[in-house]
């Protein structure tokens, strides 16, 4: 059976009955934590008004919720709109090792088809859910090299047929119907890395709502009987051929399908910014925290990285990454965060806003910030050194920052996320019904309708 074969009859037959329980937990967890993130970026995130503008202006049959409105539009609008919420604050969670944010696009296509079709179960949305998170997560393990040294910027580009997995689940997709979904999806998802080189551009933030809505729109296309190709993914001209040329092992891809569920192994944030910035954010915490350490007294901050692509990304160019223009730009600066770290002893949603962007307190830390690379170091390693005005502190960045499934957020933390969160909606929600929403989205599997959590959003 080809591989494209393979993932599109494991879709079609998923049954919540066969999803390990840890899977069902982590599934609710990522649902609780996406939304929270995508509520409180509606109002904190000026890039995402555009699409909500549009979509809203364009209008049509009052399916499925946008979150923060008082407007229902068609699933594929609804998606749009929320999907550019859903990485807009870099907040969301994520698959360390896949190198992906694997539920941003699936999350606001499985609400918007869920809630359009209405009467949709917590188990449905459930195993939707599992489906898209479990394929997007093996499509970047699948990747042997990063598709961004031929000019390809995956995350979106996975997200987009995770989106379709979980919106084809809900409409009941055959095998054939997923080939085509998946086909359709190869036939609009793309995403140029130029946008890691460009510190004005906000499509990094938005980057979710063209996944979310080529989810969506590949899914009921496929459903009203668009054929696609035979072989979507490994074909000649099929996915990993076309972005990842021959740097892919398909064997990543479909070993233990219906056994091992990738979104078992999600990782969560604590802190609003990369998941690669959170080692030396973690790192500078502990000194602050543990040793006592008045910032005022840091003469200078030495940050030493591996070689690792996504270190050099995050570090280079210094002066740059010293002053970011965007709040995206910010949150994929390890000085940049680092410096807010010891400046504040915390990092905060607070601390991305545009006025923070411009916080002499911040950017007088980071001056005092010098690089260095150790080539010794492991992929993904580094070293974080103070000097203050009469001693030098070292501490090396944790192997498993907080959030990761080996050292995971606590419950209590999680909830307090989404309080957070949620105290931002453009939408109020009173503390009551942010308490039953909490609940219901925690007991998710005992839900006859779905439409219990977009009601309230």
Same mark, same amino acid.
Not at 201 to 230: C, H, N, Q
Not at 264 to 288: D, M, Q, V, Y
Not at 316 to 341: G, H, N, Y
Not at 342 to 354: D, I
């Given at each position: 059976?080809?591989?494209? $074969?393979?993932?599109?009859?494991?879709?079609?037959?998923?049954?919540?009955?066969?999803?390990?329980?840890?899977?069902?937990?982590?599934?609710?967890?990522?649902?609780?934590?996406?939304?929270?993130?995508?509520?409180?970026?509606?109002?904190?995130?000026?890039? @995402?008004?555009?699409?909500?503008?549009?979509?809203?202006?364009?209008?049509?049959?009052?399916?499925?919720?946008?979150?923060?409105?008082?407007?229902?539009?068609?699933?594929?609008?609804?998606?749009?709109?929320?999907?550019?919420?859903?990485?807009?604050?870099?907040?969301?969670?994520?698959?360390?090792?896949?190198?992906?944010?694997?539920?941003?696009?699936? #999350?606001?296509?499985?609400?918007? +088809?869920?809630?359009?079709?209405?009467? +949709?179960?917590?188990?449905?949305? #459930?195993?939707?859910?599992?489906?898209?998170?479990?394929?997007?997560?093996? &499509?970047?393990?699948?990747?042997?090299?990063?598709?961004?040294?031929?000019?390809?910027?995956?995350?979106?580009?996975?997200?987009?047929?995770?989106?379709?997995?979980?919106?084809?689940?809900?409409?009941?997709?055959?095998?054939?119907?997923?080939?085509?979904?998946?086909?359709?999806?190869?036939?609009?998802?793309?995403?140029?890395?130029?946008? *890691?080189?460009?510190? /004005?551009?906000?499509?990094?933030?938005?980057?979710?709502?063209?996944?979310?809505?080529?989810?969506?729109?590949?899914?009921?296309?496929?459903?009203?009987? +668009?054929?696609?190709?035979? /072989?979507?993914?490994?074909?000649?001209?099929?996915?990993?051929?076309?972005?990842?040329?021959?740097?892919?092992?398909?064997?990543?891809?479909?070993?233990?399908?219906?056994?091992?569920?990738?979104?078992?192994? !999600?990782?969560?944030?604590?802190?609003?910014? @990369?998941?690669?910035?959170?080692?030396?954010?973690?790192?500078?915490?502990?000194? #602050?925290?543990?040793?006592?350490?008045?910032? &005022?007294? %840091?003469?200078?901050?030495?940050?030493?990285?591996?070689?690792?692509?996504?270190?050099?990304?995050?570090?280079?160019?210094?002066?740059?990454?010293?002053?970011?223009?965007?709040? !995206?730009?910010?949150?994929?600066?390890?000085?940049?965060?680092?410096?807010?770290?010891?400046?504040?002893?915390?990092?905060?949603?607070?601390?991305?806003?545009?006025?923070?962007?411009?916080?002499?307190?911040?950017?007088?830390?980071?001056?005092?910030?010098?690089?260095?690379?150790?080539?010794?170091?492991?992929?993904?390693?580094?070293?974080?050194?103070?000097?203050?005005?009469?001693? !030098?502190?070292? *501490?090396?960045?944790?192997?498993? *920052?907080?959030?990761?499934?080996?050292?995971?957020?606590?419950? $209590?933390?999680? %909830?307090?996320?989404?309080?957070? @969160?949620?105290?931002?909606?453009?939408?109020?929600?009173?503390?009551?019904?942010?308490?039953?929403? !909490?609940?219901?989205?925690?007991?998710?599997?005992?839900?006859?309708?779905?439409?219990?959590?977009?009601?309230?959003?």
């Amino acid at each position: 059976m080809k591989a494209s $074969e393979s993932i599109a009859e494991y879709a079609s037959g998923l049954d919540y009955k066969d999803i390990s329980s840890r899977a069902v937990e982590m599934c609710k967890k990522s649902l609780l934590d996406g939304l929270g993130v995508m509520l409180a970026a509606g109002t904190l995130c000026e890039e @995402c008004r555009p699409f909500a503008s549009m979509a809203l202006a364009a209008g049509g049959k009052g399916e499925s919720t946008v979150f923060g409105q008082d407007a229902r539009l068609p699933a594929f609008m609804a998606a749009f709109a929320n999907g550019s919420l859903s990485h807009a604050l870099d907040f969301e969670d994520t698959h360390d090792e896949a190198k992906v944010h694997p539920n941003a696009a699936s #999350i606001p296509a499985a609400l918007a +088809v869920a809630e359009a079709l209405g009467k +949709v179960s917590g188990k449905e949305l #459930i195993t939707a859910l599992v489906l898209g998170c479990d394929i997007t997560s093996r &499509m970047g393990l699948a990747l042997k090299e990063d598709p961004i040294v031929f000019g390809w910027y995956m995350p979106p580009i996975l997200n987009a047929f995770g989106a379709a997995a979980a919106a084809g689940k809900l409409l009941s997709l055959n095998t054939t119907q997923f080939l085509d979904a998946f086909s359709l999806v190869l036939c609009q998802a793309t995403c140029s890395a130029e946008l *890691v080189h460009n510190p /004005q551009t906000v499509i990094r933030a938005v980057r979710d709502a063209f996944s979310a809505k080529t989810g969506v729109m590949s899914a009921l296309l496929a459903e009203k009987g +668009v054929p696609g190709f035979e /072989q979507p993914l490994e074909g000649s001209a099929g996915f990993f051929r076309l972005y990842a040329r021959d740097a892919f092992d398909l064997s990543r891809l479909v070993k233990g399908l219906g056994e091992t569920f990738e979104g078992a192994n !999600i990782s969560f944030k604590p802190w609003p910014c @990369c998941r690669g910035t959170h080692p030396f954010l973690e790192a500078a915490l502990l000194l #602050i925290r543990d040793r006592g350490i008045d910032p &005022m007294g %840091i003469d200078a901050v030495k940050i030493i990285t591996s070689v690792s692509a996504l270190q050099k990304a995050l570090c280079e160019p210094l002066e740059r990454k010293k002053r970011p223009r965007t709040a !995206i730009d910010a949150k994929f600066s390890i000085p940049f965060v680092v410096a807010i770290a010891l400046a504040y002893g915390e990092v905060k949603l607070k601390h991305f806003s545009p006025e923070a962007l411009e916080d002499e307190r911040v950017l007088t830390m980071a001056d005092r910030i010098t690089l260095d690379v150790d080539e010794a170091l492991p992929d993904g390693q580094g070293v974080l050194v103070l000097r203050s005005t009469d001693r !030098i502190y070292t *501490v090396e960045t944790p192997e498993h *920052v907080y959030g990761h499934p080996l050292n995971p957020m606590a419950m $209590e933390d999680m %909830i307090k996320k989404f309080e957070d @969160c949620a105290g931002y909606a453009g939408k109020r929600i009173p503390e009551g019904a942010r308490k039953k929403l !909490i609940d219901a989205i925690l007991n998710l599997e005992d839900q006859d309708d779905i439409r219990v959590i977009t009601n309230e959003v």
